[in-house]
Every structure is written in C-alpha cells, then in structure tokens.
C-alpha cells in the first residue's frame, strides 16, 4: 500500500528566509508524481506544485521548489524568501498510478507553517 | 467554469439522520473524490471514482455511501448521522491520475 509522510508537525521561520518541508513516500508504482498543496486559515486547497517521476530537473513555481530525491524516496518543498502569507497548512500528496486502488490520491497529515515577522 | 461546487456550505444534523452531499465538476473531470478534514488533521479519503459508473472505498469508507451516474456528479451519502461524523468535507476532482486536483468549498458538517 502507499504511504506518505510528513514528519514535521510545526515549522517556524522568519520573514524573508528559506524553509524546507519534508515529505517521504512509499509507493510499489513504476511511475508516479507528488503534489504539495497550502490551506490556509480560510480552508481552501490551493495547488502549489508538481514533479513527476521520470521528470530530470526539480520542479519550481515561482519561490516554490521541489526537492526529489528518489533514492530517499523524499519530495520536499523549499519556500524561497518567505512571506506572513505563507503562514499556512502545506500538504504533500501521491496519485497511485498502477494495480489496485489505480486513482487513490493520498495525502499527508500537513505541516503547519508559521512565518514570523 | 464554475470549477467545482459542493452544497450545502454548511449543515447541522442529528444523529440518525441521512443527508446527501451534493458535488458537482463542469471541467470533464473523470477522477473524483470525497475526502473529511477534522480539526487540525490531513485529508483522508472516504470514496473515489475514477469515471462514470466506477467507485472505490478510500480510507474510512464506513458510513457513507456514493454513486457516479454521471461525469459531472458525484454525491455523498451519510446513511445514518453520528456524532464522529462530524467534519469539514470536501469534494475534489482532477483530469487523470497525474493531474492537478481541483477541490470545492467544502461543506463543514456538524452532527448532534
């Protein structure tokens, strides 16, 4: 079965500064993606950036940026100068792609970012 | 595109009651999904479907049903009201299972 996991349950950072979320994965699929999306305090699900398995370069959206490392099996978000709009709940997430279950998007328990002035 | 929409925004319900979640996509989304966030917890996945006339159990299935007639809907359930069913529920649609998934308002549930 897949997993996900976010390890960090709070994370703090200063205005301005960088910030890296964590997010590992377990999957039997031979191709697959990873998703993070931010909740902020007004609930809604806001898509933030995706990369592909066979994709060669890390994934960047603007100050956003994914770290893969398959080898580790990680997929970590790196918030580039933060702003106190990034304060929010990020969640990583992995499609299943192949066998059983083929659609299930399971996410991870969320890492509540908070950025400090 | 109105992108996707659940209703009601909000409903109060008492145990034993039923009630039906409506979701609807207008981007010709085949995957759908429900999924319920309690207070300070992550998505877990109640039902999904992956097109017209397929569904499958997420992760706490129990006590909620669903059915996929059409692309454009997929309604969700509550057989019979309990307390831990209490949530915020939100529906979510995407194109394949690569794609962006795209999720409604939500519907925050409370049950007596």
């Known amino acids: 079965a897949q997993k996900i996991t976010q390890t960090q349950p709070g994370m703090f950072v200063q205005e301005k500064e960088a910030v890296t979320l964590d997010c590992t994965y377990d999957t039997s699929d031979p191709s697959y993606g990873l998703f993070w999306y931010k909740q902020p305090s007004s609930g809604e699900m806001i898509f933030l950036i995706y990369?592909?398995?066979?994709?060669?370069q890390n994934a960047t959206e603007g100050r956003y940026s994914l770290n893969f490392q398959k080898a580790r099996k990680s997929a970590n978000l790196v918030i580039s100068a933060s702003q106190l709009g990034d304060s929010a709940m990020y969640f990583c997430a992995i499609p299943k792609t192949g066998g059983t279950s083929y659609g299930k998007l399971t996410f991870g328990q969320g890492t509540i970012l908070t950025v400090h002035p | 595109n109105a992108g996707v929409t659940q209703t009601p925004k909000f409903q109060v319900l008492k145990t034993g009651q039923s009630m039906t979640l409506q979701c609807a996509q207008d981007?010709?989304?085949?995957?759908m999904s429900w999924y319920r966030q309690d207070p300070g917890m992550g998505l877990r996945l109640i039902h999904y479907s992956v097109g017209a006339g397929i569904t499958d159990q997420g992760e706490v299935p129990n006590g909620y049903n669903v059915s996929r007639s059409t692309t454009e809907d997929f309604p969700l359930r509550l057989l019979s009201a309990a307390p831990s069913q209490t949530s915020v529920y939100f529906c979510?649609?995407?194109?394949?299972?690569?794609?962006?998934?795209?999720f409604g308002p939500g519907t925050r549930l409370t049950v007596l």
């Open positions: 981007m010709n989304h085949e995957y």
């Open positions: 990369q592909g398995s066979y994709d060669q």
């Open positions: 979510a649609s995407r194109k394949g299972a690569y794609n962006e998934q795209f």
